[in-house]
């Protein structure tokens, strides 16, 4: 399963836009690339996954160069309760799937 | 639709004793994760079942783990003569029969303290 390398930590403001970049230089062609998002004391939760170019819902957005060795999680005007850790994932996107979660980026937004 | 269920949500366990962790998947779904996350890191892989079988226990301990779904109830993480190094938040997961198992549906977690 390919590495997935992210920033351990990022600080914002209300309403501002937030990007997370993670840098996965060893994703297999039939790799997706999927994030999820973990508050403190809960499980992780589903945000958003892709292949390729871009990807939107209504939560992210999700931007991944022809390469697809990087990808970038999009959060558009985030409140305080976006703070959590998001985790990049890098997986097959077809059959049995063994999530491998790396460190994740804490996010903290700040009034 | 009710999430995925875990109980106890905390236990503590001395040393040596069992601990066993109950999960109930979504409505619908019959394939059961689950996880175990150290403080400050992220999840690690245990095991995959779906009723009544193991597909992938590679991330289980070789000793002292064992798991199941049975066909009727929840799906039980067991843990026998437990020790310090096992506290953690063990979390499961589930996913439709079917579906994309990159989606994975997480539970509350059981936060397993051993003193």
């Known amino acids: 399963l390919a590495k997935t390398t992210q920033p351990i930590s990022m600080d914002s403001y209300e309403g501002q836009e937030v990007n997370i970049t993670c840098s996965h230089n060893n994703i297999a062609t039939n790799d997706y690339i999927t994030w999820y998002q973990q508050f403190p004391s809960q499980g992780p939760r589903f945000i958003i996954q892709?292949?390729?170019t871009k990807v939107t819902n209504e939560v992210a957005s999700l931007f991944i160069p022809a390469d697809r060795k990087s990808s970038t999680l999009s959060l558009p005007r985030v409140s305080l309760s976006d703070t959590a850790v998001y985790y990049c994932?890098?997986?097959?996107?077809?059959?049995?799937?063994?999530?491998?979660f790396g460190t994740g980026t804490r996010l903290l937004v700040s009034p | 639709n009710a999430g995925v269920m875990q109980n106890p949500r905390h236990l503590v366990r001395r040393r040596g004793q069992e601990a066993r962790l109950r999960c109930s998947p979504m409505?619908?779904?019959?394939?059961v994760y689950w996880y175990r996350q150290l403080p400050e890191e992220g999840l690690k892989f245990m095991v995959y079942l779906q009723k009544e079988n193991i597909i992938d226990e590679s991330g289980m301990p070789k000793e002292r783990f064992s798991a199941e779904f049975p066909k009727e109830g929840p799906s039980i993480l067991r843990i026998q003569q437990v020790v310090r190094g096992d506290s953690a938040a063990y979390f499961c997961?589930?996913?439709?029969?079917?579906?994309?198992?990159?989606?994975?549906?997480f539970g509350p977690g059981t936060r397993l303290t051993v003193t």
């Open positions: 997961a589930s996913s439709p029969s079917g579906g994309r198992s990159y989606e994975q549906y």
């Open positions: 892709g292949y390729k």
């Open positions: 994932l890098v997986s097959p996107g077809t059959g049995f799937q063994k999530l491998v």
């Open positions: 409505k619908g779904h019959s394939h």
